[in-house]
C-alpha cells in the first residue's frame, strides 16, 4: 500500500504492508514526517482523517480509510490545521526514531463550453490498404510540464505515452483501465467487436474502408486510431473524453452530454496521443498514483489542461502533418507532409516512414 504525504517537511511517499496495523502507519507518517504529533487530512475540498478511533492493533485494511495511492496533508498540531490530533502509541513514541525529511488560473462553466470542438479522424495520417507508420524523434524538445491544481496541493501532469504506433490506446488505456495491464489488444479488440455489432453505423463511409477489413487493421500494432476509437471507447466505459488539440487549443470532446460523470483528457500533437493525470507528488511521482479521470464539473482541470497545451505547443511539441519533413526508413526518400507520404506510398508501396528535421 503506498500513500503519499505532504506537508511542512515536504513531499513524500510511504509504503506499508497490506497487513500493516493502524499503529504501524501512524509511526510511518511520523517517521516521514519528523513529527510526534500531527493532524492528517485527505480529499478536495481537505476533511479531516482521525486515526485514533481505530485501535492501534487493527489492520489498516479491515477500516473504512481506502489510503491506497491518497495524498495525506499533515500538518503540525496546533497549526491551525482543522484536522484531527493523531497521536503515537505510547509504545511507539518511546521508541521514536527522527527520519530524515524529503525534501490557477479562473475557470468557469462558460469558458469551457465556449471551446469549439476541432474533429479528430482515425483516418488523418492513414495510407490506402495499409496504415502510414510514422515514428517521432527520439528526443522531445520540452520536458512534460506540470501545473499546480488544487489550491497547490496537486499537480496536472502531461504524461507520456511510448512511441510505438499505439500510443493512442495507451493513453486511453491509462484513464480507463489503468497501469495494472497493457491495454492495447484488449482496447484494440473491443474497436473490432463495436464496429461489427452496430454495421449501421460503422459502416464503409464512415470508416473509408470496408468494415471487415478495417477491423483485421485496427487490430494489428502498427495501426493507429483517432475519433472513431475514442469515440466507441469513451461510450463503452461511460466516460466523457475531451481530446486537446496542441495546434490550435480547440477541443473534441467524445461522449458528453449522456450522463457520464468522469472525464478523461487526452493531448493530440498532430502524430502523437499522451494524456493529462494528476498526481499529488508532481511529475516524478510514481505513475501508479496518477489519477486520470475527473469530476466533469471540475473546469480547473480542462483549463490547466488548455495552459498545457499552450506549453506544448510553445515548446515545439505539436507537428503540422501538412508541412513537416519526412523520410522513408525503407529507401531513404524525404519529402514534406502526410500527403508527400501518401504518394510516395502510392509509386512504391512503402509504409515505414519518420519525422525529419
Not at 502526410?338 to 515505414?352: L, N, P, S, V
Request: net charge negative; hydrophobic share 30%; glycine share 8%.
Amino acid at each position: 500500500m503506498r500513500i503519499a504525504l505532504q506537508g511542512a517537511f515536504g513531499r513524500t511517499l510511504i509504503t506499508i504492508d497490506d497487513s500493516a496495523t493502524v499503529g504501524e502507519l501512524t509511526q510511518k507518517i511520523s517517521d516521514a514526517s519528523s513529527m510526534k504529533n500531527f493532524v492528517l487530512k485527505k480529499g478536495f475540498p481537505p476533511h479531516p482523517v482521525d486515526l485514533s478511533t481505530y485501535e492501534s492493533n487493527t489492520k489498516v485494511s479491515d477500516t473504512d480509510l481506502k489510503l491506497h495511492g491518497e495524498r495525506l496533508q499533515v500538518d503540525a498540531q496546533g497549526a491551525n490545521s482543522g484536522g484531527i490530533k493523531q497521536a503515537l502509541p505510547a509504545s511507539a513514541a518511546a521508541g521514536e526514531k527522527s527520519a530524515s525529511r524529503n525534501t490557477g488560473i479562473s475557470s468557469t462553466r462558460s469558458q469551457a463550453d465556449s471551446i469549439s470542438p476541432n474533429p479528430f479522424s482515425s483516418t488523418s495520417t492513414r495510407i490506402p490498404d495499409k496504415p502510414l507508420k510514422l515514428s517521432k524523434p527520439k528526443t522531445s524538445p520540452i520536458e512534460p510540464p506540470e501545473l499546480p491544481i488544487r489550491e497547490g496541493s496537486s499537480y496536472l501532469i502531461h504524461r507520456v505515452m511510448p512511441d510505438d504506433n499505439s500510443c493512442l490506446f495507451r493513453a486511453i488505456g491509462k484513464c480507463v483501465i489503468g497501469d495494472a495491464i497493457d491495454p492495447m489488444i484488449e482496447l484494440r479488440s473491443l474497436v473490432a467487436q463495436k464496429i461489427q455489432a452496430q454495421p449501421d453505423k460503422y459502416t464503409e463511409v464512415v470508416l473509408e474502408q470496408e468494415p471487415d477489413r478495417y477491423c483485421e487493421w485496427i487490430q494489428t500494432p502498427d495501426a493507429w486510431g483517432g475519433g472513431i476509437e475514442i469515440g466507441i471507447i469513451a461510450e463503452h466505459y461511460n466516460i466523457e473524453i475531451y481530446a486537446l488539440n496542441i495546434s490550435d487549443g480547440s477541443v473534441q470532446k467524445f461522449n458528453e452530454g449522456v450522463g457520464s460523470k468522469q472525464r478523461s483528457y487526452l493531448i493530440y500533437s498532430g502524430i502523437h496521443w499522451d494524456c493529462l493525470v494528476e498526481n499529488c507528488l508532481g511529475k516524478d511521482g510514481p505513475g501508479e498514483i496518477d489519477v486520470a479521470q475527473f469530476a466533469t464539473y471540475d473546469d480547473e482541470i480542462l483549463m490547466r489542461g488548455l495552459e498545457i497545451g499552450e506549453i506544448l505547443k510553445s515548446g515545439d511539441y505539436y507537428t503540422d502533418t501538412k508541412k513537416f519533413g519526412i523520410k522513408c526508413n525503407t529507401c531513404g526518400w524525404q519529402g514534406t507532409g502526410e500527403k508527400g507520404a501518401a504518394q510516395h506510398y502510392e509509386e512504391t508501396r512503402h509504409t515505414d516512414f519518420a519525422q525529419s528535421s
